[in-house]
């Protein structure tokens, strides 16, 4: 994992999710619909902490994890100029594959919003999946991210030469095939695993978890270009847009377009 590590430590994903705003509002839209009123939460592959800062923000108690010690720094920073250090019950740099000195059912609800993509052996993204089943209380509340094979074959269709070495129809159909993805050019994204929105649900409940609801988080928005995204705010009507999105974030039509999906789970106790 050390080739995610090295990128994180180098690459702004605080600043990517202001820059991608559609992903963050959609998700928290159905974060908040599904969190329970209180409790203790865990932020688990957590970054620098976006979600968490705004969970804390709400109350809850929160844990966050991450893979790259320097995000966990940051995140500790964060905390403490937005003043929520209080409100978290510690930071520590773990893999979502083995989250350990956190103790069994700790947690009202828990968020893994990037190591399932960064895991690119299903026995590695099992793994995490029965962590996270572990450390959550029966009943609990998950919500876990994935990306989509249909969205990155299109990407590669789009733009072969930026997505090498999806830049031929071999390469291609492997992809298609395989769901793994390693970029050529040094420095880009990660290594990464796409998964096929059908097979999204059934993976969860294997892992123990009964589904209620799946999303895409940047769904049609994905598609657009920032200049055709600015034309709806320079009309007054951004608001209008988002909402739109949002309510589009269920209609299995628009899953497989999304870049980023949003599965939201229950854990079924033994």
């Known amino acids: 994992m050390k080739n995610v590590i090295d990128y994180y430590a180098k ?27 209180g409790g203790h939460v865990l932020d688990n592959g957590a970054g620098p902490g976006k979600y968490a800062m705004e969970l804390a923000k709400l109350g809850y108690h929160v844990t966050l994890t991450d893979l790259t010690p320097n995000l966990v720094e940051l995140a500790k920073e964060k905390a403490s100029e937005l003043g929520l250090t209080d409100m978290f019950s510690g930071f520590h740099a773990l893999n979502a594959t083995s989250l350990e000195g956190i103790s069994d059912e700790t947690f009202d609800a828990t968020l893994m919003l990037g190591p399932l993509y960064h895991l690119q052996v299903e026995e590695d993204r099992v793994a995490a999946a029965r962590e996270l089943y572990r450390v959550t209380k029966n009943d609990g509340i998950v919500f876990v991210a994935f990306q989509s094979r249909m969205r990155m074959l299109l990407t590669s269709l789009l733009f072969p030469n930026a997505w090498k070495p999806n830049d ?30 059908e097979d999204i649900k059934p993976f969860m409940e294997s892992q123990g978890f009964e589904t209620l609801d799946l999303i895409g988080s940047s769904n049609l928005g ?16 951004k608001d209008m847009f988002i909402e739109l999105l949002i309510r589009l974030a269920r209609d299995p039509s628009v899953l497989g377009v999304s870049s980023h999906l949003l599965y939201i789970g229950r854990k079924v106790g033994e």
């Open 11 to 37: 690459f702004d994903e605080w600043g990517r999710l202001d820059r991608e705003p559609i992903e963050f509002t959609v998700n928290w839209h159905y974060m908040k619909k599904y969190l329970p009123r």
């Open 222 to 237: 994905a598609l657009l270009s920032q200049e055709q995204k600015q034309y709806w705010t320079d009309r007054g009507e």
């Open 168 to 197: 031929n129809m071999a390469a291609i159909e492997h992809f298609i095939e395989e769901g793994i993805f390693n970029h050529t050019d040094a420095g880009r994204f990660t290594g990464a695993y796409y998964y096929n929105v």
